[in-house]
Each structure stands twice: as structure tokens, then as C-alpha cells.
């Protein structure tokens, strides 16, 4: 199945209830995840994971993922439950990139739509500098899932697949509470290992 929108509304790959990224009532319950919260993650080998703070709330606002030479921050945020959040979080995604002067441009991802921005940055030289990022994004039932993709995976056929692997492996917990469509999935910090 190649529809790349099983749902009107809705942006994800045609197999994504068999190959990810997972609903919680879709995800194999005798894997060992690490548990976030509002996601779960597969460990790996040669996985490193941060957990990025807002300073003023000291709430987490997203979960950054180091692997195969390159960055994925991933952020769960609620979503209506017939229609998508990509379609419409792409094109602030876009306009947000061109004030800051940067460039970027859409592109059929194996994940569906995707965004390849080259940003603005400054060097720790302070010289002027283009980053390169992916933003890629999956609606799932009641959850929309957004990642930003950097480094090697961004120009490296190998490294995407790896981290586009990655992505998929997550599993949104959007739980039963009502919540408003655009909120972020409350995240927490991972109890300790092999204690439940």
C-alpha cells in the first residue's frame, strides 16, 4: 500500500499501524521502551537521548536523539481525531524559515511530505553559517508526531534511513485525557532502568 494519506486530513506513510511511528494501543507491549511520557523510545546501539528543558517552566518540551552521526528531536503533540496537524504545521514551519532568511523546500520523504530548510546560523567563530534540517511530521490517531533531522541524515542516503528508522520505532502515548489539538504531550523524565 503506497497511499501516503490513509485518512483524509491526515499525512502518513500507508504502513504506519504495522511499521511506525506507533499509536500505544498498536506498539509490541514485551519491548523494552523507554518510557517519556507522551513517547516511547527503543533503545539502540549507539542511541543517545536528551531531554530539552523549557528554563522558565522547567517543563520538557521535546526529546532530542543522538544517532548514526546525526540529530533527531522529536516532539508528540495532541491532535483533532479526523483530522491532521502536518499540512498545516509545514507551512508555519515555512514561513517561519523565510523570515529568518533561510530557504527551504518540500519534497516527497519516505515518511510523506517533508521540508529540507537550509537555516541561518552563527558560527562559534561568529562567522555567518547555513544549517541543514529535515522536518518531517506523522498525524496518527488523535497524535501528530514532528521530528527536525540534522546532521548526516540530511545529505547521507545511509544515515536517513537509519534515523527515519528511528522515528518510525517511537511510540506515541496520547492517553485518554481530553486535551486541546497543538498541545504537547506532557514528557517526563525515564525512570530508572529495569525499575518499572
Known amino acids: 500500500m503506497t497511499d501516503a494519506t490513509p485518512q483524509a ?5 500507508g504502513d504506519r499501524e ?14 523494552p521502551y523507554i518510557d517519556l511520557g507522551g513517547i516511547k523510545i527503543l533503545p539502540r546501539e549507539g542511541l543517545n537521548l536528551r531531554l530539552e528543558v523549557e528554563e522558565q517552566s522547567q517543563r520538557i518540551v521535546a526529546v532530542g536523539l543522538d544517532y548514526a552521526g546525526s540529530t533527531l528531536q522529536v516532539q508528540p503533540f495532541a491532535a483533532p481525531r479526523t483530522a491532521g496537524l502536518w499540512d498545516e ?13 533561510g530557504r527551504v523546500e518540500e519534497r516527497e520523504g ?17 562567522a555567518p553559517g547555513q544549517r541543514l534540517a529535515r522536518f518531517v511530521g506523522v498525524d496518527g490517531p488523535r497524535w501528530f508526531l514532528r521530528g527536525v533531522i540534522g546532521g548526516a541524515a540530511t545529505e547521507n542516503v545511509d544515515a536517513a534511513a537509519q534515523v527515519e528508522d528511528l522515528f518510525r520505532s517511537i511510540v506515541v502515548v496520547r492517553g485518554s485525557s481530553p486535551m486541546p489539538p497543538r498541545d504537547l504531550i506532557p514528557l517526563k523524565m525515564p525512570s530508572t532502568p529495569g525499575v518499572a
Do not use: C
Not at 506507533?22 to 509490541?28: K, L, R, T, V
Not at 504545521?89 to 523570515?99: A, D, G, M, S
Open 89 to 101: 504545521t509545514r507551512e508555519q514551519i515555512r514561513q517561519q524559515v523565510r523570515q529568518q532568511g
Open 18 to 31: 504495522t511499521a511506525g511511528p506507533f499509536d500505544d494501543s498498536e506498539a509490541n507491549p514485551v519491548r
Open 110 to 126: 519516505p515518511l510523506g511530505p517533508e521540508l529540507l530548510a537550509e537555516v541561518p546560523v552563527v558560527g562559534a567563530d561568529g
Open 9 to 13: 486530513g491526515k499525512s502518513a506513510p
